[in-house]
């Protein structure tokens, strides 16, 4: 069963600082995994998605990479803004099936 | 953009009563989820379904919860009886393909059962 670890729990930066949040799982077995935003009280927002082939993923001021041997994802963000503000979730697939498992969580807060 | 459109937004329910939370997936996706998140918890997996019928489901999808495609553009969660606990956010997603190009979520409905 895929369980997924997101580390830290909770970050606050002042703005412009370049951070990485870290997501680990247990298993490697997986078809992809995406980073998604959530704002408070609201849906899911996808951000990026690495198959099981790729290393990394960019979009503009956001890189993921993917180790999936040893079951590991970072997400980095460049030049953080206070817009950036949000929960950041790491959800890869379970070994053998497409549904998504989900962490916890990084609560980012980016001060101005 | 393409979006996956949820309705209602936020729905209040007696215990015991039927609801059907509705979505509208991105119209070429085959792939349709269900998922939930309880106040301050993980988002869950409920259901996959594909080509009309459930491909996965949780053990939190028993038999007070059912999914259907009525016809080519809508895609239902219907809880039968609900319970306190069905109080939640439930998401809805859709994919074209399952390996290539990740899942569309929708806004999601918030579940208040009193």
């Known amino acids: 069963k895929q369980e997924v670890t997101q580390i830290p729990a909770a970050l606050s930066v002042p703005e412009g600082e370049n951070l990485v949040l870290n997501c680990s799982f247990t298993?490697?077995?997986?078809?992809?995994l995406q980073w998604f935003r959530q704002d408070p009280g609201k849906g899911l927002t996808s951000l990026l998605l690495?198959?099981?082939?790729?290393r990394e993923q960019t979009s503009g001021r956001l890189n993921a990479s993917l180790d999936k041997s040893s079951g590991r994802s970072t997400l980095y963000i460049a030049a953080s803004q206070p817009g950036d503000s949000a929960t950041y979730l790491c959800a890869p697939t379970e070994g053998g099936s497409e549904k998504l498992v989900f962490g916890k969580g990084t609560k980012l807060t980016v001060n101005p | 953009e393409p979006e996956v459109t949820q309705t209602p937004s936020h729905q209040v329910t007696q215990m015991g009563q039927e609801v059907i939370l509705r979505c509208v997936p991105i119209s070429n996706h085959l792939y349709f989820y269900w998922y939930r998140q309880i106040l301050g918890q993980k988002v869950e997996f409920l259901v996959s379904?594909?080509?009309?019928?459930?491909?996965?489901k949780s053990e939190i999808f028993d038999d007070q919860f059912s999914v259907e495609r009525p016809d080519g553009s809508n895609f239902t969660l219907k809880i039968r009886s609900t319970k306190l606990e069905d109080s939640a956010m439930y998401f809805c997603a859709s994919s074209d393909y399952r390996d290539f190009y990740g899942y569309t979520f929708g806004s999601g409905t918030r579940l208040t059962v009193v």
């Open positions: 298993d490697s077995a997986i078809y992809n």
């Open positions: 379904f594909y080509n009309n019928e459930i491909s996965e």
């Open positions: 690495i198959q099981s082939s790729q």
